[in-house]
């Protein structure tokens, strides 16, 4: 039995139904291979917990291997080749060089991302208790990039309606930046980046966050991305700062 209650049967089992039962959790697999009833090679696995009943459907190993009809699939491919010639779209559709402003700002902006998730790994290491906070920032992080890739002055409305940044966020970075300090002392001197290995990669994030900010205020100032992504940006390097003392 795997940790998430579920038991995956042997192929060769027929109709076997197995219930297993702990801590208010029963899980019920049933293989119908052979059956009329059920696809021949399907697995059926259902999980009831607290009231909610959760259903898979796998494919029996052994029944797809005598499966000679059945054809593999095909998953897309990552690369597209599009930007060999060193252009790529925005989402407006325009072709911009690669070294275009705004994906400068894209580029720093998915490193960024990538920095707060490594902070993040390591504060759930130390069990620190921010980490959905890490997480929620960078799902708007996702949000800033979609606005900085949807250029005003070639954007119609219907992009606008979807990439739009507004404030909410910048407030709830402020509270969470209030709530830590109170628990902080004064700060009187600069600190060096350091800490542990949570309090440095968080610093090595806000220092990642200020070229972020400074690459995606090009585009702000531009007239091409909404104000709010930079003021964003300006607050959470605030943000990951006091992260960085409190870890």
Partial sequence: MSRAGFRQINSGETLMRLQYVTNQTVAVALCGRGS?????????????????????????????????????????????????????????????????????????????SSAIGLAREFGIDANLPFISELEKIQCMLQDIGSNLATPLSSARESHIVKTTFNAEPIQELEQWIDKYTAQLP????????????????????????????????????????DPNVGKYLNRLSDYLFTLARSG
């Avoid at 990552?78 to 705004?102: A, C, H, N, Q």
């Fill in 186 to 225: 004064p700060l009187n001197n600069f600190i060096l980046p350091s800490g542990g290995k949570a309090s440095a990669s968080l610093h090595v994030a806000r220092s990642v966050c200020r070229r972020a900010e400074r690459r995606a205020f090009r585009i702000v100032q531009a007239g091409e991305a």
């Fill in 36 to 112: 009329a009833n059920m696809a021949a090679s399907r697995v059926l696995f259902v999980r009831v917990f607290r009231g909610v009943v959760t259903v898979r459907r796998l494919y029996c190993e052994r029944a797809a291997e005598e499966s000679p009809k059945k054809k593999p699939k095909t998953f897309p491919k990552i690369y597209t080749k599009t930007g060999d010639k060193g252009f790529s779209s925005t989402y407006t559709g325009e072709r911009r060089p690669k070294d275009d402003l705004v994906f400068e700002a894209l580029g720093a902006n998915d490193e960024l």
